[in-house]
Structures are given as C-alpha cells and as structure tokens.
C-alpha cells in the first residue's frame, strides 16, 4: 500500500464526490469546490441475509458515479457506519461482510463478553448482536475465517474498492467497536491479544489521499483514472466534523446530534470530561484528529419509523399539522415509554409500551424522540450550543420539543446541508465553510418540562 499523498490540501477547482455508505441507505453525492451540494443519489440498501449489501452497493455505486461523469472530478470521499467490517483475502473479500444485526450465537456472545476489555479502557458499551466489532471478529476467528486476511474498517472498505489502496482510519477503528484505546490512541489489549491489531490495514489519516481510480473503475464510470481517493471516515464524525465548520460549533462548549438510522450525540467539552455511564449506550467515540468524544445514542431514526408505522415524520408540507396535534398529546397525557430498540440507548432493558391513544403517531414518535434525545444528552453533560443535524433536524415537533425540554441550551439547525457528506468535503479543504446559515429554533408552547417528569417517573417505574 502506498499513500500517495499526506495532508490536507485546499480545494482549488474542479467536482468532488462523497460516498456515504449506511447500514440501510447508501448516498452519492456531488459537490462544487464551494461547498454546494450539486446532485445526490440515494438507494435504499438490501438487509436481508445476515451479510451486509456489498455486492448491491458496488453494482449500484458504479452506476451512480457514472451519472457523475461529465463534471470535472478530482477526488472521492468515502463515509461509512461504524459497525461494518472487510476481510480481504489477495485481492477480494475473503467472505461478505457480517450485518451487524445479524444475531450471533449466544454461547459464542458470551465466550467474547467474558474476553473484552472494561469500558474504562475502551470508551466502548456492551452492544447487542454485532455492534461491537470485535464481536464479529470473536466469531469469525472462532470460525477459522480470519487466517491470511487483511482488515479494513467499513468507510476504508470503499477506499479500496475505488482505489485498491488498503488503510485503516482512527474514527472508524474507535466508535464502540471494542477494538480501540483512546486514552492510548492504540489499539486495545484485546484487539493486540488476539492478533487483530497486526491484521488491520496500516493506519492514515481519514484526510489523507491512498491512490487514484483503478483503471477498471475509470473505465465502468468515465470518470478520471487521476481522481483522487481519500481514506475516509466514520459518518458520525463525519457529520461532527461537518459541523465544526460553523464558529458557534468549531473551538467552544457544543454538541451536536447526528440524525438517521442512529441519533447520535457528541460532545466537544471544556474541561474534564463527564464520567459516561457504561450501561446506557455513551461512547467515546474518536474524531478525525484521534481526540476522545464523549458520546450517547439511541436508534432515533428506526424508532420513529416504528413507532409511526413508516410514515414520514419530516415532510415540510406536514410540519405545521404535526406541530398542531401537540397541544392535544400533551393534554392527554399520552406517551410511548422505550425502547423500541432493545438493547440501545438510555433504556437499554426497558420494553416499549404506550401509555393512552396514541392519536397522531408522527407526533408522538418525534416527542418521544426528542424525550429520548433530551435524556441521551443529559447522560453526556450537554450544555450550551447543540447543532441538530441530519434528516431528522426538518422535523419541527422534534427539534422544537427538544428546545423546549432544554430551556438553557441553545438548540440550532441549519437552513442547507451540514451533514456527514459536508464533513467528508472538510476533509479536502479543512477551510471550507458551509453555505448553509444557523438558526435557534423556537421551543414548542406547552408544558413539556412536566410532560418529561411524568415521563421519566414511568421510566423509571
């Protein structure tokens, strides 16, 4: 593997592409060297079979990056979620990679349970099923399936499959995977007991540039065979390098929440950092420069959707109605206590349940959403300025609720894209400012504060 080029460099002209792989969606997207997002491709990824959608993601990517073709290129950033691994064997996968909601055997979870490493050392909770990354990698090497491999993180996955260069990146290495040390910024006892450590990939910068185009990748896309290809980056701190750009953000007291799949709370503190409790989903994640995160998660994204039966809960043209059942909801008294997500968040052992008709569901989801969010942050000492970014940052009941919930915390969003594909975008030009403006968002009228203590009190029951 060769870096062919270290270091951050300013854009200078040209196109820039982001790709930024999830779990359940995956995401082209083109950008002009200001900043403004040009086009985007999105494709609802296959989750079926225990095996994350490799194989449809590259047939899909490779079209995709076509649709490109006749801007001016010049580099590629990969993202990607934190809980997806790579084997390579030569010069293919050595087998597809694991879904990490695929269930592992209970013998098998609990033979690495007894093995890891305390939360003290790795900034890492026990997750349920693959979550962890060395869970996947316990049961693969009880298997046999590691022997000649080489490991990459997911985002890194990408980099090799456009470039061929194989590396490691510190973000994706140290978000909950076990596999990480960050008071050490090294790899874990675990992951050098067990002989992972040597097998991941050398380790760049998530900036830094690993090769050009495989000539047969040019030649599928029509894009350049000189475009660059960047290491790439774990999309959570992808989404806080984003948001750094903005000065209420960059250097001072500021959290930002990631919306998805995931909602994702990181927490830039002054000072010392909170003690996390180990069993209530905080992390310290790793950003891009190898710095400790203290942060808290929950599977907003998926809760909504089941808790709103799939309906949309971010549609513009809905928010004034949505907004307008709330006054009725918080009447009522109303409420889904968690978790729909068993084994994540604040409320990891709890089963969700409601409490009264639940009405208007998409109202309700997103109020449960932002109690969830409120008791996330409240885990990780969040203060002053919270950036709410991401899909679920256009849902009005959701960010307004939480404002209100927060009265002593400024709650912003922005009016354009400041998302994980932003982030990725600073990684080329760290100087790069967004486009998009901040807005405070108004707190919801009502008496939430008493709504969240009733609330919690059932919680807690």
């Not at 350049?224 to 989404?239: E, F, Q, T």
């Not at 008294?333 to 639940?358: E, N, S, V």
């Not at 594909?421 to 807005?439: E, H, M, T």
Request: proline content about 6%.
């Amino acid at each position: 593997m060769i870096i062919l080029e270290k270091g951050r460099r300013a854009l200078k002209h040209g196109a820039f592409i982001v790709i930024d792989l999830g779990k359940s969606l995956a995401k082209v997207s083109l950008w002009d060297r200001a900043g403004r997002r040009l086009d985007v491709r999105t494709r609802p990824n296959a989750v079926d079979g225990g095996v994350l959608d490799g194989d449809g993601i590259a047939a899909w990517l490779i079209e995709a990056l076509r649709a490109f073709a006749a801007h001016p290129v010049e580099a590629i950033v990969p993202v990607g979620h934190g809980a997806g691994l790579a084997a390579l064997r030569g010069s293919a996968l050595a087998f597809a990679p694991v879904d990490y909601e695929a269930e592992l055997p209970a013998d098998v979870m609990a033979r690495y349970r007894s093995a890891r490493d305390p939360f003290g050392v790795t900034g890492s909770p026990a997750l349920p099923h693959g979550l962890n990354l060395g869970a996947q990698l316990w049961w693969l090497a009880e298997q046999g399936a590691l022997e000649g491999t080489t490991l990459l993180p997911w985002a890194q996955y990408w980099a090799w499959f456009l470039s061929g260069a194989a590396v490691s990146e510190v973000s994706s290495l140290g978000c909950h995977t076990d596999l990480w040390a960050p008071a050490k910024a090294a790899f874990s006892p675990l992951a050098q007991r067990m002989g992972w450590a040597e097998r991941f990939a050398p380790r760049a910068h998530a900036w830094d540039v690993v090769g050009t185009l495989r000539p047969q990748i040019a030649a599928a896309t029509g894009l350049s065979p000189n475009v660059r290809v960047l290491a790439g980056v774990h999309d959570s701190n992808a989404a806080l390098h984003g948001a750094r750009g903005f000065a209420d953000v960059a250097d001072r007291e500021a959290t930002v929440l990631s919306t998805g799949t995931w909602f994702v709370a990181m927490r830039r503190a002054q000072g010392t950092a909170p003690v996390l409790p180990e069993g209530r989903d905080c992390l310290v994640n790793v950003d891009v420069d190898g710095r400790a995160v203290p942060s808290a998660r929950f599977m907003g994204g998926r809760e909504i959707e089941l808790a709103a039966h799939g309906a949309r809960v971010d549609d513009p043209a809905e928010q004034a109605d949505l907004v307008a059942h709330l006054p009725g909801l918080l009447a009522s008294g109303t409420m889904l206590l968690p978790t729909l997500a068993p084994g994540c968040g604040p409320f990891p052992d709890h089963a969700a349940r409601w409490i009264g008709a639940p009405g208007d569901r998409r109202a309700a989801a997103c109020l449960y959403a932002a109690l969830m969010a409120d008791a996330a942050l409240d885990l990780i000492g969040a203060r002053d300025t919270l950036l709410v970014e991401g899909r679920f940052a256009a849902a009005e009941v959701f960010v307004r609720a939480l404002a209100a919930l927060r009265p002593e915390t400024r709650v912003m969003v922005a009016d354009g894209p400041c998302d994980a594909a932003f982030g990725a975008l600073r990684l080329v030009d760290p100087g790069l400012v967004p486009a998009a403006q901040l807005r405070q968002v108004e707190p919801l009228a009502g008496d939430l504060l008493s709504y969240r203590a009733r609330w919690r009190m059932e919680t807690a029951s």
